[in-house]
Each structure stands twice: as structure tokens, then as C-alpha cells.
């Protein structure tokens, strides 16, 4: 935040031209309220972000994360004062589990407060876990979804092979983060090098652009350590999946069935206009 405060002063940005996100929930200090989503730390949080990031507002502010000592009632009545301050134009969230999500949005409908408009979760192909509640939740709910994490770590980038387990230059050499399938993730990589050979870009390039292709998804969180990466990174907005190149890559990325997913589907089979 200090980085980011000081590089909008430095280079002249007009504020009005960016949107600028936080989170609150994690560890800030020593002592019982220098972590969580009390009422306490919300405001603590914010008031310190906005003394590094040298601004007024934030114009969203995600919980990260579950609090299991704070109720979500206080939580939700929380982040709707923090709005009404100013100090907060929008709230989201990250990482809570489907039911979580729908029961604060509940709570804040039935109060007037104000609600989350965004999700941020883990959404890779190596990782498509959100496919079951998350997505279908944020398509009913109208809340915009961006993945964090959609090389899974650096994992999906391609550096990482069968033959090849340690990039040498990666976190994930010593911070196997997020945890994968890595068996069926190196199937994955191995359709995609065949694809990205077709399109003459980098495997990172099509799991960057098979996250961009998904319904519902609004923009993705990236990383990179070197230049080469960043232009990979921004170069896989170019990228355009055919039908067939989808095609294969869900084939072989594929969530395998799961109750009570696998029993909507064939109950609902009757219901389906062909």
C-alpha cells in the first residue's frame, strides 16, 4: 500500500482514473484486535490503509477471509458503516464458502445495509472448484467475480513439467501453494502447449485466456516477477480460444462429478428444453 500511495503521487495519477481495492481480515499486529473482521479491526484497517495508500477512499474493500469469532451480522453492519463514512465506496469478498456468502447477503437485504457487489476467489485450470456454488451464486446474485491465482501459483505457467518439477526461479519451488491435482495437472499443461503452439503464445498465455473466456468473470488478479512475464501476462488479452481449443481444454480440466451436483443434473435432464 505505502508502494502503491507513493507511485500515485510520484507519476502524477489523477485519482478519479483508477480504482483502488483493499482487504481487511488478516494479522496487522500484535493483541486480540490486530486480526479478524470485528467492528474494531474494520476500522482500524482502514483508517491505516488509507494512511499508506496517502487517499481518502477505497473504492473496494474485500474481507479475506472467513472470522469463526465474529458473527456475520456484526461483520455485515461493519462494513455498511464503513461505507456510510465515505472512507469505503463498495464491499466484497473473498474466500467465504457459497452458503456464507448467501447468508450476509441476507442479512444485509433484510437491514437495508449495503451488500458485496464483488468476489475474489481461487479460479484456475488446475483449480475450477468454484464451478459448483461459487459461479452459479455470483451469476444469480449479479456479483462480479476475479480469480486470484489463475496460473495456480506459477504451477499452469509451463515451467513446471513431469520432467521438470522445480522452475528454480518460482515460490512454488519452496511454497507448494495452492495445492493441486499435479498428475492431472501436468495432462492440462500438456493440451495447452499443444495449443498455444497453434496460436504461437505461451501456455501461460492460454490458461490466462481460458480464465478470461468463462462466463462471469469480470477481470484477474496477476503476478510476475520479470518483465517477460508481465508482457505474457498482458499479451494473453489477444488471445482468442477457438470452440475446439475450449473443447479440449475442459475435456481434460474437467471437475469430476459430485453429489448433489451429479443428482441436479439428471433430475433436472426433464427440464431442459432441447
Sequence with gaps: EKLLGQSIKDLGFNRHDLVIATKVRSRMGEGLNNVGLSRYHIFQSVDESL????????????????????????????????????????????????????????IAEKNGWHKFVGMQYFYSLAGRDIEREILPLAADQNLAVMPWSPLAGG?????????????????????????????????????????GKEHK???????????RHQKG???????????????????STEVQLSVDDLKKIDEVSALPPEYPGWMLERQSADRVLK
Design 51 to 106: 494512511a499508506r495508500l496517502q487517499l481518502d477512499h477505497i473504492d473496494i474493500l474485500y474481507v479475506h477471509g472467513v472470522d469463526p469469532k465474529t458473527p456475520i451480522e456484526e461483520i455485515m453492519r461493519s462494513l455498511n458503516d464503513i461505507v456510510q463514512t465515505g472512507k469505503v465506496r463498495y464491499i466484497a469478498v473473498c474466500n467465504w464458502p457459497a452458503w456464507m456468502v448467501m447468508k450476509a447477503l441476507g
Design 155 to 195: 504451477f499452469m505457467s509451463g515451467k513446471f513439467t513431469r520432467h521438470n518439477e522445480k522452475a528454480g526461479d518460482s515460490r512454488r519451488d519452496t511454497f507448494d501453494f495452492p495445492p493441486v491435482n499435479k498428475e492431472k495437472a501436468y495432462d492440462i499443461i500438456d493440451v495447452m502447449a499443444e495449443i
Design 201 to 211: 503464445v505461451s501456455v501461460a498465455e492460454i490458461a490466462l485466456a481460458w480464465v
Design 217 to 235: 468473470i469480470t477481470s484477474t488478479i496477476i503476478g510476475a516477477k520479470k518483465v517477460d512475464q508481465l508482457n505474457d501476462n498482458i499479451k
